[in-house]
């Protein structure tokens, strides 16, 4: 099983109409992608992470009608699921490849985790690579890039995902859908294992 690259028929999959047609051709041309990466990545997330990890690629089971707008393979360190743990992914959007560190609204310790992310505030955002995107939530596609906030702007970030519900908190890199399908599988792999490498921090304050 080993990661082919991404292509643009694979970004083309989110244009298709229909429920079942995009689920087949996710199926067919995405999937194997992302259960490749999740094979590539799992031992060496938990090499670094010092915790066994597991891939969970995303099966879209609760949906029924609204086809998939975006899909992923998520890494987190129980067999049975990820959403209630800071996890890692990797997937894609019609128009980008994003490789998140994700705490998302199902963890049941959000509101400690924002502390802790209030109180190394300055480290974080020193060390936050420019290029790196921030979001609150997981299910748009809309990011803020790091070099443009404002230590303010994160703390608000930070502040949200301790006192609103659905609030959640991602950290990562996207690469654009023009580039992505130009980089060789070998170049992409190295590039996702430096985004990890960089990401490990956040891992291990959460």
């Not at 643009?8 to 087949?24: A, L, P, Q």
Request: contains cysteine.
């Amino acid at each position: 099983m080993k990661y082919t690259g991404f292509t643009n028929t694979d970004f083309e999959v989110f244009k298709i109409d229909g429920f079942e047609e995009r689920m087949d051709a996710l199926k067919e041309n995405i999937r194997p992608k992302l259960e490749a990466l999740g094979h590539h990545f799992t031992p060496t997330l938990s090499s670094l992470t010092g915790t066994e990890m597991y891939a969970h690629v995303a099966k879209h089971a609760r949906r029924t009608v609204n086809p998939p707008k975006d899909t992923w393979v998520a890494f987190a360190s129980n067999s049975r699921g990820y959403k209630m743990l800071p996890h890692f992914q990797i997937g894609l959007w019609e128009t980008h490849v994003f490789v998140w560190f994700a705490v998302i609204y199902e963890a049941p310790n959000k509101a400690e985790f924002g502390k802790t992310l209030e109180k190394k505030i300055n480290t974080i955002y020193k060390d936050t690579p420019k290029e790196f995107v921030w979001s609150g939530d997981h299910t748009k596609p809309d990011v803020l890039l790091h070099k443009d906030l404002k230590k303010e702007d994160l703390n608000a970030l930070f502040e949200r995902l301790q006192t609103v519900k659905k609030a959640e908190i991602l950290c990562g890199y996207q690469f654009p859908k023009e580039e992505v399908v130009e980089m060789s599988a070998e170049d992409f792999i190295e590039k996702v294992d430096q985004v990890f490498n960089q990401l490990l921090p956040l891992y291990k304050m959460a």
